[in-house]
């Protein structure tokens, strides 16, 4: 019995199959261009939670707005039969996922339409440029102003500071990305984030294992 | 905003809502009994990859049955107000999710369902006992007769040896768990077996990250 028998058996006796079945499209299909650096707050992690931590900044410290509500994109393409993850590199050094901080009271899709666009296309007002934002396939919590994240929330903790959710974002067979000039746009073998936290940190490093429960469908163009 | 306001909005936007909630019952909720010892096959994953590899176990072996595909069960109950995860001990020191391989020719669903009554219920043709098996929540491969496990396939890979599959599994809200003499029953919180790989092994250690895009309602009695 090879693997196709048992991938048969569980297309039989699954609901879920169609959505367990991942198009992906070479690298190759996509174009490539940069565009103005954004305006970004140009600050490391440790910054940022001394920002978050302090009472005086009134519009962005956890005082003021509470939980930092996070939204990040898992991006797939092709590249050597094997499944890439897009990943912005920032000053080369630090990893990320596109996405970002939502606003008070936006939606977690519209949110992350809003920082895809903003990020990855030549409109930041997303003239025309749609993304199709799949099912959320993981959630990260920082309970407490420190590095630290956790895939749960530990009963005692009663005000988490950040809680970042990662959701499956599936590419048309074409696009144009168009990058901020001070960022990176990178196509990453699964294969290479798997449990590196020391490069990645663990919200990316543990994206193939979210991800394991897809086949991935190649289509060549 | 706090992070009701964040889960509001999310609920608002996401057709897969009702499935990333997820009702849990205390652990008080079970009866938990024993039944003779199974004719377990007492060998460990060394022993296993060693009879997988050879040619003259033509039942089991991979030359004659070829991928061994198995099948493991999530399943969660409340302890503490923190999610625990059941598993089972063999000879105080391995741990397992409970399941088990599939037979030639045996759907996902059943293959566990029948593992789940054999290890878990009184009547191993499970008489009266139905499982609810959810979602597939991930994926292991095992590339070669090694001990390494892997959540996605390279490109290199043309005949994976092992293949493991989690699904959640959802309790009712009471249950008679009755287990072979040899195995012990545990529930253990998620906290504890996060990243611990030394402990609980890959698939184990990743279940909090696989879970992680659920929130959990635990149901008091």
Chains 1, 2 share one sequence.
């Not at 903790?157 to 990176?184: A, G, H, Q």
Request: glycine fraction near 6%; include cysteine.
């Amino acid at each position: 019995m090879g693997d196709a028998t048992f991938e048969e058996n569980h297309n039989q006796n699954q609901n879920q199959t169609s959505s367990l079945v991942l198009d992906i499209y070479p690298l190759s299909s996509y174009y490539f261009g940069s565009k103005e650096a954004l305006p970004l707050k140009d600050e490391n992690l440790a910054d940022r939670l001394l920002r978050m931590k302090s009472k005086y900044h009134f519009s962005t410290g956890y005082s003021a707005r509470g939980l930092r509500a996070c939204v990040e994109a898992v991006i797939l393409v092709e590249l050597f039969k094997h499944p890439h993850l897009l990943l912005l590199q920032v000053r080369n050094s630090i990893f990320k996922l596109p996405g970002g901080r939502l606003r008070p009271g936006e939606s977690d899709i519209d949110g992350l339409k809003r920082k895809l666009s903003r990020k990855l296309s030549a409109n930041e007002n997303s003239g025309g440029v749609d993304w199709e934002v799949g099912e959320c396939l993981g959630k990260w919590w920082r309970p407490d102003f420190e590095t630290l994240l956790y895939p749960y929330l530990s009963p005692n903790v009663k005000r988490p500071k950040e809680c970042t959710k990662l959701y499956l974002v599936k590419l048309p067979e074409s696009r144009k990305f168009i990058v901020p000039k001070d960022l990176k746009l990178l196509a990453v073998p699964l294969c290479q984030v798997h449990e590196n936290h020391k490069t990645y940190g663990s919200i990316i490093s543990g994206v193939p294992q979210l991800l394991s429960k897809f086949s991935f469908n190649i289509i060549e163009n």
